[in-house]
């Protein structure tokens, strides 16, 4: 059974800025070459670390919103940790999205 899951990943894009949407595509490509169903990309800019723990002092934000199964979570962590454009990632189960009722119209009197 696939869930719905989010994947935050953080992109060395330093010094190649004007190749963020090339690297955007090519990622939700890897996404649904795996067997992932997405749901939403969301671009979030580029935002400097709180603290430096590495060589990087800031990094671009995408945000991937999809359902995949269980053990493609695994997979895509081994793959994107040798991805030298994915400079960190985190992922997280998301509760399933409930279809809200449609709101009843009052009479027009």
Known sequence: MKNRYEALLVLNTQGREDTVKDIVDRLESE???EGADIEQV???DKRHFSYVAGPLDSGFYVNFVFHAEP?????LRSKFKLDPEV????YQRLPEK????????????
């Open 31 to 33: 996404f649904q070459k």
């Open 87 to 90: 400079y960190r990632q985190n």
């Open 71 to 75: 053990q493609l979570i695994t997979k």
């Open 42 to 44: 969301q671009k979030m």
């Open 98 to 109: 409930k279809e809200k009722a449609p709101k009843k119209l009052a009479k027009a009197e």
